[in-house]
């Protein structure tokens, strides 16, 4: 079993960049793959990132593709998120996700451990 708790977010500029990161408890964060999440107010939860737990295998939603950079720390248990260029469509409450599997997953039905999510406010 693992734990996630985020931390970050807020609210930013457009063009402004913010940083969300995920901190999982438990030992086996190492063999996990971890995702990130968005839902926007009356909108289904979508795909943000994902990254393999051995960080060799990365994936995006093109909407963030050259602006957002996911990136893990085994040894610090944590994953995160740094969303730069910021768009006021990016505005969503963020949830990271992890789940054992040997590469990434993008639906969100893929994870079974979720984080508490965490709101991205980027103003026009």
């Known amino acids: 079993q693992v734990r996630l708790v985020e931390s970050g977010g807020g609210l930013v500029q457009t063009g402004g960049s913010l940083r969300l990161s995920c901190v999982a408890s438990?030992?086996?964060?190492?063999?996990?793959?971890m995702g990130w999440f968005r839902q926007a107010p009356g909108k289904e939860r979508e795909f943000v990132a994902a990254i393999s737990w051995t960080g060799g295998t990365i994936h995006y939603a093109d909407s963030v593709k050259g602006r957002f950079t996911i990136y893990r720390d085994n040894a610090q248990n944590t994953a995160s998120l740094q969303m730069n260029d910021l768009k006021p469509e990016d505005t969503a409450v963020y949830y990271c996700?992890?789940?054992?599997?040997?590469?990434?997953?993008?639906?969100?039905?893929?994870?079974?451990?979720w984080g508490q999510g965490n709101q991205v406010t980027v103003s026009s």
């Open positions: 438990g030992r086996t964060f190492s063999r996990y793959a």
């Open positions: 996700a992890g789940q054992v599997m040997d590469e990434i997953g993008i639906r969100a039905d893929e994870y079974t451990h």
